[in-house]
């Protein structure tokens, strides 16, 4: 069963195979979304400052009813730090608004801030900075394991330049009709995990006559498709619902996919337009 499987981070660290997003469930509400994810089997959490829920996520890890060394709860740094004292004062800020006496997992949200995703400018020497106050924050014992999202190859090369503690995970966009395959073979071959936000494409995915066909085949349903195909990349999927049949349909992953289908999902016409989401930057590149 995925919910108990793990992936192993560079540093030895397990990791959930399957986490649960908590983009867009509000504060008040996330509480109760973790746990219920938790009674379902859940162990990893996804939050983020940009998301303004990490109170409630730390609420839903108190009242869940596991012990916190079974629980592995990722947040991001905003995209918008690009200073040492800053991201050092924001990782504080994030134990404090949580509860917690540790993270599990921070990563760096984006490369660029989000007002400027788009543009050119690469933000090299901000990143450096944000990456040494986690770097220090992780040697602290403040934070289990450290890693980026949204990073290309051209980021990551720049922070493995100089770094001390490698980046362990990147968190990217990628899902059926998605998939970055260069990218991902590049952050495997350094040992860099690649978590898939959003492996269900923003909710584009589930009316694509193709996969509903090919996920009747398999006898599922297409977001369990869309996650499988995740996993069986190599990928560690996270899901966002607060709903928990979907929680749990989420998780009900123990299937193939045979490599034929697997060669003709990874070649499937590319997702253009991912409709009301399209205003978001990570869906409009």
């Not at 890890?61 to 690009?82: D, Q, S």
């Not at 984006?110 to 543009?119: A, D, I, R």
């Amino acid at each position: 069963m995925v919910l108990e499987e793990n992936y192993r981070l560079s540093n030895g660290l397990e990791i959930p195979k399957l986490g649960l997003g908590t983009w867009f469930i509000s504060d008040d509400k996330v509480a109760q979304a973790v746990k219920e994810a938790v009674a379902l089997g859940y162990r990893h959490i996804d939050t983020a400052q940009a998301y303004q829920n990490e109170r409630g996520v730390g609420e839903g890890v108190k009242i869940a009813g596991a012990n916190r060394e079974e629980l592995f709860i990722t947040t991001k740094l905003a995209a918008e730090i690009k200073n040492y004292q800053q991201a050092l004062d924001a990782i504080d800020g994030s134990l404090e608004t949580m509860g917690l006496d540790y993270i599990d997992l921070l990563i760096i949200h984006s490369p660029k801030p989000w007002s400027k995703f788009l543009g050119t400018e690469s933000f090299a020497e901000g990143n450096k900075e944000a990456w040494r106050a986690l770097e220090d924050a992780y040697k602290a014992g403040k934070l289990k394991a450290i890693g980026v999202s949204n990073f290309e190859k051209e980021d990551l090369e720049n922070i493995l330049a100089g770094c001390t503690v490698k980046p362990m995970v990147n968190q990217i966009l990628a899902h059926i009709g998605n998939t970055p395959l260069e990218l991902i073979n590049f952050c495997q071959k350094q040992n860099i995990l690649v978590e898939a936000y959003s492996p269900i494409g923003h909710g584009e995915i589930p009316s694509n006559e193709k996969l509903i066909d090919l996920a009747a085949k398999y006898k599922v349903g297409v977001a369990q498709l869309a996650i499988r195909y995740t996993l069986q990349l190599g990928l560690l999927p996270i899901p966002k619902t607060a709903n928990p049949v979907h929680m749990k349909s989420n998780a009900s992953v123990d299937f193939e996919i045979s490599s034929e289908d697997m060669e003709l999902l990874s070649n499937i016409e590319r997702i253009e337009n991912y409709g009301e989401a399209s205003v978001f930057p990570v869906f409009a590149k």
